[in-house]
């Protein structure tokens, strides 16, 4: 049975509980910026999500451990898609194919914005509807009364506010309830594993994508891939 599946089992909704199992880290690769104006950026702004359930989370810190070990990094290491090296890479992307641990990612195509969306909208705000485009579509169990982490620190206050009414609204429109927090979290910190593991796809799609090359079979069935 995948993480991705809807099972109703997995959040217990009553009045007054909703039990967290699932935690999501989410972060994004590329230019919220406007495409005319950035000819040699990508075109494309891409937002990476993964998921895991609470008792499968010190397996990723035992994971990510050992491996910087294997690599001889410094302990503190943390791993970002565009920082590290193809050896790097290889490894990381091989540790989060062997664990219990699912991803989303969005990919928005920023050459197909309009230009009234360009004009009336800051960057702030097409981060925050590119996340909207992300987790819309999540299955119930990742967002009914779970956590959502974001790479983003307290001077991101802006960002956060307007992300949690526009999650907020966007939840309650399908009938159901939205995550039960959404928090800052520098992906630099020991506790962001799981943003970290956001990055990696979020980057690791947005180079697909522009290199026009397919994601490989390691991530298949725990990859979900959106496209705008």
């Known amino acids: 049975m995948g993480i ?3 099972v109703a089992d997995n959040v217990v909704r ?10 999501s880290g ?6 919220a910026g406007d495409i005319a104006n950035a000819v040699r950026s990508s075109p494309y702004l891409v937002v990476g999500m993964s998921h895991i ?3 499968h989370r010190q397996d990723l810190s035992d994971a990510v451990h050992r491996l910087r070990d294997e690599l001889r990094l410094p302990s503190q290491y943390a791993f970002k898609f565009a920082r590290s090296s193809d050896r790097t890479r290889e490894h990381f992307l091989d540790l989060l194919a062997n664990l219990e641990i699912s991803f989303t ?5 920023r050459r197909r914005w309009i230009p009234a969306y ?3 909208t800051s960057g702030s705000q097409r981060i925050v509807d590119a996340i909207c485009a992300a987790t819309e579509s999540l299955p119930d169990n990742l967002v009914c009364g779970q956590r959502l982490l974001i790479d983003a620190s307290k001077s991101d206050a802006r960002l956060i506010s307007d992300l949690r009414v526009a999650l907020s609204r966007q939840q309650k429109a399908r ?3 939205s995550f039960s927090k959404i928090a800052p979290l520098p992906d630099d910190r020991g506790d962001a594993l799981i943003i970290q593991a956001a990055d990696f796809i979020a980057g690791y799609v947005g180079r697909n994508l522009v290199e026009e090359t397919h994601s490989d079979d390691r991530l298949n069935g725990k ?3 959106l496209r705008f």
């Open 223 to 225: 990859l979900v891939m």
């Open 4 to 6: 991705h599946q809807i």
């Open 105 to 109: 990612a969005a990919a928005i195509d």
């Open 26 to 31: 989410l972060d994004w690769s590329g230019d």
């Open 118 to 120: 360009v004009q009336h």
């Open 53 to 55: 359930h609470v008792t």
């Open 14 to 23: 009553t009045d007054r509980l909703m039990t967290i199992q699932y935690v």
């Open 175 to 177: 009938r159901r309830t």
